[in-house]
């Protein structure tokens, strides 16, 4: 969600703060902001909109210092504008949050009975107009922040910053990540590894409930008892942390080419050097107790969830339940014994998967996550913790870590059934070749690309587009129509193809586009059947397709994509692509911002 950046060191902290808020842009944001401490003085710059306004205030109004705090805010509590974005101030503090204060309003309650009133709409300035208060009445800056931590509930990751204190920030994290670099004679606080990247290799990342005090030389920090805590320094590739377009024109334009890179990286982690067997980390997983699979996520990764209980069922016949998060997290099922409880997010920490998570921690048999950060709390807080090895993905909307994270599942689901004995060791071989072979396969889809920029061109005419799809192609329905419609802006949904009759059949008309993907596979001709009535009420079909299928159901076509042709089970990863591209192009024919859209962070870490 928002970017948090702190900065002690012995330059000038503002280009240091902007550039790595310029790194944090992918997770979303509305509104920007520092502020530095210079000569002792305390002062702050801010803006609404891209980074871009925040650099031209800075233009006009420099802000100088060797200490400072920045933030990217995506709005929670009142709108975006100059006097809601961050870093806040109330007396000689200065605050920037990630999270939600929950009793913010019984918070400001109590102080308006003291006098002090707000001048914002956030729950930010709460945090800050507490701790102003407790050194108005005699406290230290740190048992200022102490005593305010005590009283906050929610999620927050907090970075505080003092008038009169040049070496000094104070950090607290519960529920949201926050990280602490650490250099020579300089020492750095951020939300994530990518933001800390150019400035340090060496990161600790605080523990739920820690708090951390930072100066130039030294780094303290304290667990939720007030405890001193060691907590380990780990070392971070700074290859993980670059971040360029190489020659695209967007993030998302980046990642889509790279699938076939980063699934053969995911192949050989998995497969090996041989790439007859599967090998997973840590000892692996024991299947054979395991009578149930509980999937929880959010978003596409829930999507790939779905696309996993069809492999998990079908090729290990174990019972699966896919959830999204939010609602298994409150609706608190049972957990029986024997259950594998697996959660999937790119980021590692999503807010309401981390807290499912949680809910199963002393009920499931074994909790494993599937994730794109190694070091996230989601990763550490599980039994094994399975990289999907995507790399850094800037683009708002999921397709490098979609695909990786469905290749993982794959692959998971294919070490279920043999353990479980349910898939011949001439099956097994088969698909492990078929995914050896994957990535040369995504090489050659991606030459659907001219053809899904042609159709955008008339897709983004479009005020609706359906999208249809049965058995694995069910859920990549589902993926196809959220990408269509948070980054082109289209009204975009999908059903089950069977369930077209029982109600969307409705909506056809010549208007609108039906996206239908349908490989020929044991299911193609009752697809067909269906896309058959599409046509019959004037719906304009894109059928994607294999070269087998798109020669059996060629009359009434309006447009169509040919995809090679693979093992049905390697379908879901396949048809991903095409499905990204038509968003894509689609978006770009719009003018949207792709790589960023409107109302939507990279990684959600409030509810």
Request: hydrophobic residues 45%; negative net charge.
């Amino acid at each position: 969600m928002c970017g948090i950046i702190g900065y002690l060191g012995n330059h000038e902290a503002s280009p240091f703060l902007v550039e790595a808020l310029k790194r944090l842009e992918y997770r979303g944001y509305d509104s920007s902001g520092i502020a530095t401490i210079n000569n002792g003085v305390l002062d702050r710059r801010r803006a609404v909109g891209k980074l871009v306004n925040l650099s031209d205030v800075l233009v006009h109004a420099p802000l100088p210092g060797k200490s400072g705090i920045g933030h990217t805010r995506w709005a929670t509590h009142g709108e975006p504008s100059e006097v809601n974005a961050h870093p806040h101030r109330a007396g000689k503090v200065a605050v920037v949050h990630n999270g939600i204060i929950e009793n913010f309003r019984e918070l400001r309650a109590e102080l308006s009975q003291k006098g002090l009133v707000p001048v914002s709409e956030t729950d930010t300035e709460t945090v800050a107009m507490l701790t102003a208060l407790h050194i108005q009445e005699g406290l230290s800056p740190v048992d200022a922040v102490r005593k305010t931590l005590d009283r906050l509930e929610g999620a927050f990751a907090l970075l505080f910053l003092f008038d009169g204190e040049e070496d000094l920030m104070i950090a607290a994290r519960k529920g949201s990540p926050l990280a602490i670099g650490h250099g020579d004679g300089e020492n750095y606080v951020g939300s994530d590894a990518l933001a800390l990247g150019p400035l340090t290799d060496k990161i600790t990342y605080l523990e739920e409930g820690d708090w951390a005090v930072v100066t130039r030389h030294s780094i303290t920090i304290f667990d939720r008892e007030g405890n001193v805590a060691n907590r380990e320094m780990r070392r971070v590739s700074l290859d993980r942390t670059q971040v360029d377009k190489a020659g695209h024109k967007h993030f998302m334009a980046k990642e889509i080419a790279e699938q076939p890179q980063v699934i053969a990286e995911a192949v050989k982690h998995y497969l090996g050097q041989s790439g007859h067997s599967i090998t997973l980390p840590d000892g692996g997983l024991d299947f054979t107790g395991i009578d149930r699979l509980v999937m929880v996520a959010c978003g596409t990764a829930y999507y790939a969830c779905l696309t996993a209980k069809y492999w998990f069922e079908q090729l290990a016949r174990l019972p699966v339940e896919v959830d999204v998060a939010s609602e298994f997290r409150y609706r608190e099922p049972p957990v029986t014994e024997g259950t594998l409880a697996l959660f999937v997010s790119q980021s590692g920490e999503t807010a309401d998967t981390l807290a499912a998570l949680r809910y199963c921690r002393d009920k499931a048999e074994r909790i494993v996550s599937v994730v794109n950060v190694p070091e996230s709390s989601i990763a550490r807080e599980s039994d094994l913790a399975l990289p999907i090895l995507a790399g850094t993905e800037i683009g708002v909307a999921s397709t490098k870590a979609f695909s990786c994270q469905l290749t993982v599942l794959l692959i998971l689901a294919l070490e279920a059934a043999r353990q479980k004995g349910r898939i011949s060791e001439e099956r097994l071989e088969s698909l492990l070749s078929a995914l050896r072979g994957l990535p040369a396969t995504l090489g050659n889809a991606l030459e659907t690309d001219t053809m899904a920029e042609a159709l955008s061109l008339e897709l983004a005419e479009a005020q609706d587009i359906l999208f249809l799809g049965r058995g694995l192609m069910y859920p990549l329905a589902l993926e196809g129509a959220l990408k269509m419609k948070e980054i082109s802006y289209i009204h975009a949904e999908a059903y089950a193809s069977g369930e077209l009759k029982h109600g969307p059949i409705a909506l056809i008309d010549k208007h609108v586009p039906v996206v239908v993907m349908a490989p020929r596979d044991a299911l193609f001709e009752k697809t067909v059947s269906n896309m058959q009535e599409v046509m019959a009420r004037g719906g304009r079909v894109v059928l994607i397709s294999d070269h087998a299928g798109l020669e059996a159901a060629q009359d009434g076509i309006w447009r169509s994509i040919e995809m090679p042709m693979v093992d049905p089970v390697l379908t879901p990863i396949l048809y991903a692509l095409p499905a990204q591209l038509m968003a894509y192009h689609t978006a770009v024919a719009k003018g949207t911002d792709v790589d960023q859209p409107r109302n939507l962070a990279k990684s959600v870490t409030v509810e």
